[in-house]
Nanobody, 125 residues
Framework: EVYFAESGGGSVQAGGSLRLSCAVSGATFDPVAIGWFRQAPGKEREGVSCISSIDRSPYYADSVKGRFAMSSGKVKNTAYLQMNSLKPEDTAVYYC??????????????????WGKGTHVTVSS
């Protein structure tokens, strides 16, 4: 079973910053690609960012480009999502996810195989 340790959510005013952390353990596959997804109330889940397990290059959804930065941790199978210039529309539950690969089709990050429980991010205006 794949386990996730997610942290870093919270409440912040517009323009503020938050940093999400994710540690994945128990995966039977290697390497592990990690992604961040979010789901706002009444909206579909959206892929925010994912990082290739091969070249470690991150991919970003257009809605967060230039504001969010995803990085791999020094510890294997850890990742961070630095979120800057937050907007009220960034309010959502953010989920860490893992799979063998991060797959992007037509600028959409495809859902991954394993999911964390999520962490809430609230941005007030």
């Amino acid at each position: 079973e794949v386990y996730f340790a997610e942290s870093g959510g919270g409440s912040v005013q517009a323009g503020g910053s938050l940093r999400l952390s994710c540690a994945v353990s128990g995966a039977t596959f290697d390497p592990v690609a990690i992604g961040w997804f979010r789901q706002a109330p009444g909206k579909e889940r959206e892929g925010v960012s994912c990082i290739s397990s091969i070249d470690r290059s991150p991919y970003y959804a257009d809605s967060v480009k230039g504001r969010f930065a995803m990085s791999s941790g020094k510890v294997k199978n850890t990742a961070y999502l630095q979120m800057n210039s937050l907007k009220p529309e960034d309010t959502a539950v953010y989920y860490c996810a893992a799979a063998v690969a991060c797959t992007v089709v037509y600028d959409t990050i495809l859902p991954m195989d394993y999911w964390g429980k999520g962490t809430h991010v609230t941005v007030s205006s």
